[in-house]
């Protein structure tokens, strides 16, 4: 007596479990339906599909021309950058060499033009110093290294640094009229102004001239 009942509540059991999963299956399966009859299904065309990937096609094209374009130019200004580090890197000690080169100059011209007082060993110093003069100008033109001495030349800031003026008839106002130190070009790098004094005209002209003028 006691496994029919087992068996009988085993059976009721298995129906109730299975009429409890028809029921949920039901359940998901109208919840799927509720939610397809309440989204918006957009169809996609063929004609959009291809007009997308023609958008991602041309965006790719334009950012790969880009980055061709930054690659470039970036070949470029670091060709340069190091062709500037070839002809300026050493303007720092060209400016103080130049210096140097001053100091020497100065001290020939201070010798006389007339060197028959000065005994041979001294003649002979002179014109080694002189050489060595020719010598060092030659190798700085061999390395693009070129004086600025505008002696009768018109005054031009980019070059020059006027440090006086000088009353005179000579020359029109604003032409160098005197250089009291060369200025150096490194190729076409300003290493140094030349110092000069620039013409003006008499303070009488200049008066003559405003008295015309008022009148």
Do not use: C, W
């Not at 009721?12 to 399966?29: D, G, H, I, Q, R």
């Not at 001294?122 to 693009?144: A, D, P, Q, R, S």
């Not at 060369?182 to 008066?207: Q, W």
Request: hydrophobic residues 30%; proline residues 3%; aromatic residues 6%.
């Amino acid at each position: 007596m006691s496994k029919k009942k087992v068996s009988l509540n085993t059976d009721k059991n298995e129906s109730k479990f299975l009429e409890e999963e028809n029921v949920k299956t039901e359940v998901e399966t109208d919840d799927v339906s509720a939610n397809m009859d309440d989204g918006k299904i957009e169809d996609i065309s063929a004609e959009e599909i291809i007009e997308n990937q023609n958008k991602e096609i041309q965006d790719l094209k334009d950012q790969l021309l880009r980055s061709l374009a930054e690659g470039e130019n970036l070949r470029k200004r670091t060709i340069k950058e190091i062709e500037d580090a070839k002809k300026y890197s050493h303007i720092s000690f060209v400016r103080d060499l130049v210096s140097s080169v001053d100091n020497l100059q100065r001290a020939l011209v201070a010798v006389p033009k007339d060197k028959s007082e000065f005994s041979e060993p001294i003649k002979n110093l002179i014109i080694g110093l002189e050489i060595v003069e020719k010598e060092i100008i030659n190798t700085f033109e061999k390395h693009k290294l070129t004086q600025i001495s505008p002696l009768g030349e018109k005054f031009d800031y980019n070059f020059h640094q006027a440090m006086y003026e000088v009353t005179t008839t000579e020359k029109d106002p604003g032409y160098v009229v005197e250089v009291s130190q060369k200025g150096y070009l490194l190729h076409d790098r300003l290493v140094r102004p030349a110092m000069v004094g620039i013409s003006k005209k008499p303070e009488e002209e200049i008066l003559e001239k405003n008295d015309k003028q008022n009148n």
